[in-house]
Nanobody
Framework: QVQFVESGGGLVQPGGSLRLSCAAS????????MSWYRQAPGKQLELVAT???????TYADSVKGRFAISRDNDKNIVYLQMNNLKPEDGSVYYC????????????WGQGTQVTVSS
């Protein structure tokens, strides 16, 4: 059974930083790409960043230059370093896996809340 446990969210002032972590289990982690998504109340799920199984990274335009996704295949963890946070980055953040270019949504974690406010 695939499971994801997201952590690292919190309340931060605009311009601040956070590092999110997502621990994956029940899958051969290194075989999959991993993505971070976010969803604000009343809004659609938004793809934030993806790191492929070969460590290629892609980002939504809204976070390019501010966020960095990385992975640790030994620990089965994917990270999202978020810098220069803006109020519009406030959301619940989730991770999930990708097979090639196809996202797999068969399991979701509880997410981690990020609030950006002064």
């Amino acid at each position: 059974q695939v499971q994801f446990v997201e952590s690292g969210g919190g309340l931060v002032q605009p311009g601040g930083s956070l590092r999110l972590s997502c621990a994956a289990s029940g899958m051969i982690f290194r075989f999959f790409g991993m993505s971070w998504y976010r969803q604000a109340p009343g809004k659609q799920l938004e793809l934030v960043a993806t790191v492929s199984s070969s460590n290629t990274t892609t980002y939504a335009d809204s976070v390019k230059g501010r966020f960095a996704i990385s992975r640790d295949n030994d620990k089965n963890i994917v990270y999202l370093q978020m810098n220069n946070l803006k109020p519009e980055d406030g959301s619940v953040y989730y991770c999930n896996r990708v097979a090639g270019s196809v996202p797999i949504f068969d399991s979701w974690g509880q997410g981690t809340q990020v609030t950006v406010s002064s």
